[in-house]
C-alpha cells in the first residue's frame, strides 16, 4: 500500500476503507509516513470531507493507536463526561462528584485549557497541593475507594490524537467535522468509561460557532459511541456568554465550590445539573428525566456532592478545607472594577474576547508550554439583558501582573455590547441527543 494513493484517492472525494485508515494511522504514529504527506491527507479530507463510515473507522484506528485503559477491575458503572470547551465552563467541577454521590464511578481524564478556552486540569491544580499526574493504579485506586478522580491524559493515551491535532492546527484543518469526532471519541474510548455524556457548545464562546454545525457533530460522535457499544448522550449548550460567572482557575473552583454548597443559581448550576442527570439516566440509576434530575438535586441539597469533591481533592495530595472555606484558594495582589460608561442592556456579549482578556490577565496560555497564573481571572457582574447604568460595575478583574492589564480591559469592553433593548431570550440547552 502506498500512501500516495490514500492522497489522490481522497483528493478525488473516493471514500478511504478501514484497511487504508487504519494503515494511515498505525505507519504515522510509527513515524514511517512524513509530516508533509500527512498534511496533503489532512487537506483533502477538509476539502473532500468523510462519511460517518470513515469517521468512524478513523475513530477507532486512532483509539487503538496507544494504551486503551482497562477499568474492569473496579465495581460498578463507570462514567465519563466531555466538554468540547468554552468560557466560565467549570461543569465538571459540579457534575462529576455529584454524580458520583448519586453511585455512578466518575473515573476522568481531562485536558489544560488551550486559546480562550479553560482547562479542567488547571483548574484542578490551583487548588494547593491537588496532583493530576497520578499512575494508573492510584487513579482506580481512588475511583474505587471514593468514587471520582479526574487526571491528565497519559502519554499513552492515543499518541495518533497528539500529532495529527498538532499538525491540525498548523495545516488549517481544524474545523473538520469528522476529524473533530475523532479527535473527541477516540480519547473518551480509550479511556474505558461505559457511560460517556457529551456537552457540546455552540455559540461565539465556542469552536462550534454554529449550532446546527454542533448538533451535527454531537450526532455523530453518540452514534460512533453506540458503535462502540458505550452508552451515549449529548447536550448542546449555548456558549454565547461565559457560563458562569468566573473566568480563571481558582476563580471557577470557588464557584463550582460554592455551587456545591448550593449558592449561585444560575446558567452553571442548570447545565450542570442537567449533565449530571443524563449521566445518571444513561448509567441506568433512573429510567427518566424528572427522577434522575430529582437524584441529582438531593446530592446536591444533602451536601453529598460537595462531600465526593473534598474527598476526591484530599487523595490527590490537595488541601480539602477549600470545600469549607474558598479563601484558602490562591489570592491576587489587586482587584479591580470595571465599570460601564453608557446606559442600556447588555445586548451581547462576545464570549470569545472575555477568555481571551482573561489570557491577557495570566489565567490562560498562548502555547502550551506557557506558564498559568492560578489566582488571576475575571469575576463577571453583568449578564446578558441585564440592565445598566453608567457606573455600574460589568466584571472584577483579579490582577497579579498589570503588563497587559490595559490591553485586558480594552478587550474587555469591546466584548461588552450594550444597546437599548435586551436581546430575544435563547434556550440554555437547545437539544439532547440519545
Given amino acids: 500500500m502506498?500512501?500516495?494513493?490514500?492522497?489522490?484517492?481522497?483528493?478525488?472525494?473516493?471514500?478511504?476503507?478501514?484497511?487504508?485508515?487504519?494503515?494511515?494511522?498505525?505507519?504515522?504514529?510509527q513515524g514511517n509516513i512524513p509530516d508533509y504527506q500527512v498534511s496533503a491527507l489532512l487537506m483533502a479530507i477538509w476539502f473532500s470531507k468523510m462519511d460517518e463510515t470513515e469517521t468512524r473507522d478513523l475513530t477507532f484506528a486512532m483509539r487503538d493507536s496507544g494504551h486503551i485503559i482497562d477499568l474492569s477491575d473496579i465495581p460498578g458503572i463507570k462514567a465519563d463526561k466531555h466538554s468540547t470547551g468554552?468560557?466560565?465552563?467549570?461543569?465538571?467541577?459540579?457534575?462529576?462528584?455529584?454524580?458520583?454521590?448519586?453511585?455512578?464511578?466518575?473515573?476522568?481524564?481531562?485536558?489544560?485549557?488551550?486559546g480562550h478556552t479553560g482547562g479542567t486540569i488547571d483548574k484542578i491544580e490551583s487548588i494547593p497541593g491537588?496532583?493530576?499526574?497520578?499512575?494508573?493504579?492510584?487513579?482506580?485506586?481512588?475511583?474505587?475507594?471514593?468514587?471520582?478522580?479526574?487526571?491528565?491524559?497519559?502519554?499513552?493515551?492515543?499518541?495518533?490524537?497528539?500529532?495529527?491535532?498538532?499538525?491540525?492546527?498548523?495545516?488549517?484543518?481544524?474545523?473538520?467535522?469528522s476529524l473533530i469526532a475523532a479527535s473527541i471519541m477516540s480519547k473518551k474510548l480509550a479511556s474505558g468509561s461505559d457511560v460517556i455524556v457529551l456537552d457540546v457548545k455552540t455559540g461565539n464562546g465556542a469552536f462550534m460557532t454554529d449550532r446546527d454545525d454542533a448538533v451535527e457533530l454531537a450526532r455523530l460522535m453518540v452514534r460512533i459511541g453506540q458503535a462502540a457499544r458505550k452508552k451515549m448522550t449529548a447536550l448542546v449548550t449555548d456558549m454565547n456568554q461565559p457560563l458562569g460567572n468566573a473566568v480563571g482557575n481558582a476563580l471557577e473552583v470557588k464557584e463550582a465550590v460554592e455551587i456545591l454548597q448550593g449558592r449561585h443559581p444560575g446558567d452553571l448550576r442548570q447545565v450542570s445539573l442537567a449533565l449530571a442527570a443524563d449521566m445518571i439516566r444513561a448509567g441506568g440509576l433512573e429510567t427518566d428525566e424528572q427522577s434522575a434530575m430529582g437524584r441529582v438535586e438531593k446530592a446536591l441539597t444533602s451536601g453529598k456532592g460537595l462531600e465526593k469533591l473534598s474527598r476526591m481533592i484530599e487523595a490527590q495530595g490537595g488541601d480539602p478545607r477549600i470545600c469549607e472555606d474558598t479563601g484558602l484558594l490562591p489570592a491576587p495582589d489587586e482587584i479591580i472594577s470595571i465599570k460601564a460608561e453608557t446606559k442600556g442592556h447588555i445586548a451581547a456579549i462576545r464570549t470569545d474576547r472575555i477568555g481571551n482578556c482573561?489570557?491577557?490577565?495570566?489565567?490562560?496560555?498562548?502555547?502550551?508550554?506557557?506558564?498559568?497564573?492560578?489566582?488571576?481571572?475575571?469575576?463577571?457582574?453583568?449578564?446578558?439583558?441585564?440592565?445598566?447604568?453608567?457606573?455600574?460595575?460589568?466584571?472584577?478583574?483579579?490582577?497579579?501582573?498589570?503588563?497587559?492589564?490595559?490591553?485586558?480591559?480594552?478587550?474587555?469592553?469591546?466584548?461588552?455590547?450594550?444597546?437599548?433593548?435586551?436581546?430575544?431570550?435563547?434556550?440554555?440547552?437547545?437539544?439532547?441527543?440519545?
Avoid at 8 to 20: D, F, M, V
Avoid at 103 to 113: I, Q
Avoid at 367 to 373: E, S
Avoid at 391 to 410: R, S
Fill in 130 to 177: 491537588c496532583m493530576t499526574g497520578l499512575n494508573m493504579d492510584r487513579f482506580k485506586e481512588i475511583v474505587s475507594g471514593c468514587g471520582i478522580s479526574i487526571i491528565g491524559q497519559t502519554r499513552e493515551l492515543v499518541p495518533a490524537d497528539k500529532l495529527l491535532y498538532a499538525l491540525r492546527d498548523v495545516t488549517g484543518t481544524i474545523d473538520n467535522i
Fill in 358 to 434: 482573561a489570557l491577557l490577565l495570566g489565567a490562560g496560555r498562548r502555547q502550551k508550554n506557557d506558564a498559568v497564573d492560578p489566582a488571576v481571572g475575571i469575576w463577571m457582574g453583568a449578564r446578558l439583558g441585564d440592565a445598566v447604568e453608567p457606573g455600574d460595575i460589568l466584571a472584577t478583574f483579579y490582577i497579579n501582573d498589570k503588563t497587559h492589564l490595559d490591553a485586558a480591559i480594552q478587550q474587555f469592553h469591546n466584548a461588552i455590547v450594550i444597546g437599548q433593548s435586551p436581546p430575544k431570550p435563547h434556550s440554555l440547552i437547545y437539544e439532547t441527543i440519545e
Fill in 86 to 114: 468554552g468560557v466560565g465552563d467549570t461543569t465538571t467541577l459540579i457534575t462529576a462528584p455529584l454524580v458520583a454521590a448519586c453511585g455512578l464511578k466518575v473515573a476522568k481524564m481531562s485536558g489544560r485549557g488551550l
Fill in 2 to 29: 502506498h500512501f500516495l494513493d490514500l492522497i489522490l484517492k481522497k483528493r478525488g472525494g473516493n471514500r478511504l476503507s478501514a484497511r487504508e485508515i487504519s494503515y494511515f494511522i498505525r505507519e504515522y504514529v
